[in-house]
């Protein structure tokens, strides 16, 4: 089959970002599938452009990448966003209606407007339309108050619930989500979690030269990767590192950029935060050895209700890397680490509690250590991005079968 993806986005390994959809698609051209990627040449995490050498198509594989228009200044206010979401919207729209021959188009929310795109695709191709739920939105940007104006709110949900009721398939990354997708009008809903490429990291490294190009010694390294958005809570870790400065032998280490990393720059400083370091985001084929540095892995969201139905990617990534995860977040994923014995749940928010667990776990290395291994064994069996792959290319096969 050949599969139009549409995803914004879209991250392969020597960018920063997520990569599951990169390694999905791996998955499907290893089963015989063909997938073409349309995304934007904007990193959704950066606002950086990528070169022009890769701006045009990129083939890999099987694998085709078009590179379309979307505005740069996605992180500059909520219109700006906006403005980066809908000029994809219609870039996107013009790039995929040139693509020929599709099996089926596979459309990814958040943004949720990209789902429009692939829906309108997809009927005019008379193929099946996968739509692919990664977080609630608009629940997600209404709770944590993003999303404010009553209009817009109205507009957002019904444009959810109509790519729910149309969408010939619906997939899930988080067990948290179905029930939330079934209440607006999704009818059948597949589940391919989120996971990690296993092969990808060597529980076994110690991370030397991370440590060395960021100075960071011998010290107890808790290190969090990913975007620094209002969602992240950061300013709690902020707060625990202050709470922690009488401990020379522990340090946070902050991998990544977002909006609000500026912010928390400043904050740092304010608060004259000699164990904390801010690092640029790097491409995911350099966080194996980012991991490796770290001797426990932080995955952390503001203590929102339905923030307890999320599997963040990172916290597979963690376990895959061998280290243990200090988890900030309950709900689903609390349930995943628990289960595993892979690591220590902390309350969303609470920068006492997450200082006193980082002060006991660095005072036990070997239980830090146990844990890590616990959660590698356990993402080997569960949460393998192959397998999932497997999964998905299932679902996508018969998806064309009953259609």
């Not at 946070?252 to 164990?275: C, H, I, M, T, Y």
Request: hydrophobic share 45%; proline share 5%; with cysteine.
């Amino acid at each position: 089959m050949h599969i139009l993806l549409i995803h914004q986005a879209f991250a392969v390994l020597d960018e920063p970002g997520g990569t599951r959809h990169y390694e999905l698609a791996r998955g499907l051209v290893a089963h015989g599938h063909r997938v073409t990627v349309i995304a934007s040449p904007v990193s959704y995490l950066t606002g950086v452009v990528t070169d022009q050498s890769r701006a045009a198509a990129a083939i890999e594989d099987d694998i085709t990448i078009l590179r379309t228009y979307a505005t740069r200044a996605i992180h500059r206010s909520f219109v700006h966003r906006m403005i980066g979401f809908f000029s994809f919207m219609l870039s996107s729209f013009w790039a995929g209606l040139h693509v020929h021959q599709v099996d089926l188009v596979w459309g990814t929310s958040p943004p949720i407007f990209q789902g429009l795109t692939a829906l309108f695709l997809a009927r005019l191709k008379r193929v099946p339309f996968l739509f692919e739920v990664r977080d609630l939105w608009p629940a997600f940007a209404v709770q944590v108050g993003v999303l404010r104006n009553p209009l817009l709110i109205r507009l957002s949900e019904w444009l959810e619930q109509f790519l729910y009721r149309h969408a010939d398939q619906m997939m899930v990354n988080s067990p948290g989500f179905i029930e939330h997708v079934q209440a607006n009008g999704a009818q059948r809903v597949a589940l391919v979690p989120n996971g990690a490429d296993t092969r990808m990291f060597d529980p076994m490294a110690h991370g030397h030269e991370f440590r060395q190009q960021h100075q960071l010694g011998e010290q107890f390294i808790i290190l969090y990767a990913g975007a620094h958005g209002m969602s992240n809570d950061l300013g709690v870790v902020l707060e625990a590192a202050h709470l922690l400065r009488d401990d020379p032998g522990i340090c946070f280490v902050l991998l990544g950029d977002g909006k609000e990393k500026p912010n928390l720059q400043e904050r740092a400083v304010e608060l004259k935060l000699s164990n904390l370091r801010f690092v640029p985001s790097i491409p995911k084929i350099e966080m194996p050895q980012a991991l490796a540095a770290a001797d426990a892995c932080l995955a952390i969201l503001k203590p929102i209700p339905l923030y307890a139905t999320v599997y963040p990617n990172k916290v597979f990534d963690y376990m895959a890397a061998g280290r243990p995860v200090l988890m900030a977040i309950d709900g689903v994923a609390r349930q995943v680490i628990e289960q595993a014995e892979a690591g220590v749940f902390c309350p969303p928010g609470d920068a006492v509690q997450l200082a006193k667990v980082v002060r006991e776990l660095a005072a036990n290395p070997q239980r830090a250590r146990r844990l890590g291994a616990n959660g590698r064994r356990y993402v080997e069996k569960h949460f393998d991005r192959l397998k999932l792959a497997d999964q998905l290319a299932k679902l996508i096969e018969n998806l064309g079968k009953s259609l």
